[in-house]
């Protein structure tokens, strides 16, 4: 082969390299919420910020379920702390009040996000001077409890893990007070 054939082809690959790394090092990281599988690349901070609230305000305001939005809401729950864990309860009740059925199923394969719901709700409920046994908590309940369905077995079972998780951890809270 002449040194000519041998420098075109040394070239070529150099350049493909490099435009491969352009492309991998250039490419925004963008929220890919319709994506198929459970990554996503956040392109703002997570944190008490305008972007993380916008983003929280498309989530609930979804007008149909997107399971992709909801484990993008439970990678902000994730790496939530100070002011906006404060909040996420909040959105947490929102949602499940939307999209209990969807949401309670999600919860038979991911037990962190029936703890995050769980717990947030429970800290909304705390907030708020609500004990388990309040009114307000109890027509929450009945209310999830009333849209799921009751000839699933297993749809039940988690429905009363979720049920269990807000009432333990809003005691939990109650007596550090």
């Avoid at 994506?35 to 916008?54: H, R």
């Avoid at 947030?120 to 309040?134: G, P, Q, V």
């Avoid at 297993?154 to 979720?162: A, N, S, V």
Wanted: with cysteine; charged share 20%.
């Amino acid at each position: 082969m002449s040194t000519i054939k041998v420098t075109i082809i040394k070239t070529t690959i150099t350049i493909i390299g490099i435009v491969i790394i352009l492309i991998c090092f250039t490419l925004p990281m963008v929220s890919r919420i319709n994506n198929t599988d459970k990554t996503s690349y956040l392109t703002f901070q997570i944190g008490d910020n305008e972007s993380t609230f916008k983003m929280l305000d498309s989530i609930v305001n979804m007008q149909s379920f997107d399971k992709n939005k909801l484990n993008i809401f439970c990678e902000i729950c994730a790496k939530s702390d100070g002011a906006l864990s404060e909040v996420l309860g909040d959105y947490c009740y929102k949602i499940i009040n939307r999209y209990p059925k969807e949401v309670i199923t999600e919860f038979q394969t991911n037990s962190k996000m029936m703890e995050y719901f769980g717990s947030f709700i429970a800290f909304e409920f705390y907030s708020n001077d609500y004990t388990f046994l309040s009114p307000e908590v109890q027509s929450f309940l009945q209310h999830l409890e009333n849209k799921i369905s009751c000839d699933n077995i297993e749809m039940i079972e988690t429905y009363d893990k979720f049920k269990t998780t807000i009432e333990t951890t809003l005691c939990d809270y109650f007596k550090k007070s």
